[in-house]
């Protein structure tokens, strides 16, 4: 089989040419990748109720925990901000369910968060 793109004979059984590098059937090639991306999974290690799961714990953890720390430490209310961010990749979920429960995690979150900046000024 002929390189379209530099002309090299290469075998019939190569998908690639041994030259170049450049695929030597365009149209399996694309027909390929297409089916490769429709079949790639919004989350392919875990599943959307682990997921869940995970974002509800490290919700209170880091929006709550930051609260239970200054109340009994002192000032560890920053603590919650670096908790945003796992709320903040879900969101970018296909699945719409994940997405609901990420916009309530944020909440649970920020909630725990405003309390611990309330508490560290003393405005309750």
């Known amino acids: ?16 040419c ?19 991306l429709n079949n790639l999974d919004d989350f392919p290690s875990l599943d959307s109720k ?21 109340f009994f430490l002192g000032s560890y209310g920053f603590v919650g901000f670096i908790g945003l961010f796992f709320p903040g990749f879900m969101l970018n979920s296909k ?11 944020l909440a649970i979150m920020l909630i725990g968060i405003i309390c611990t900046v309330m508490f560290l000024f003393r405005w309750f």
């Not at 089989?1 to 690639?16: Q, S």
Request: with cysteine.
């Open 50 to 70: 682990k997921l869940i799961i995970i974002g509800y714990i490290i919700a209170v953890l880091f929006g709550w925990g930051s609260f239970i720390l200054s």
């Open 95 to 105: 699945d719409s369910n994940i997405r609901k429960h990420a916009y309530i995690q």
């Open 1 to 16: 089989m002929k390189c379209p793109i530099c002309g090299c004979e290469n075998p019939d059984d190569y998908k690639f």
């Open 18 to 36: 041994h030259d170049c590098g450049s695929p030597l059937n365009f149209t399996e090639s694309i027909d390929d990748l297409t089916d490769e």
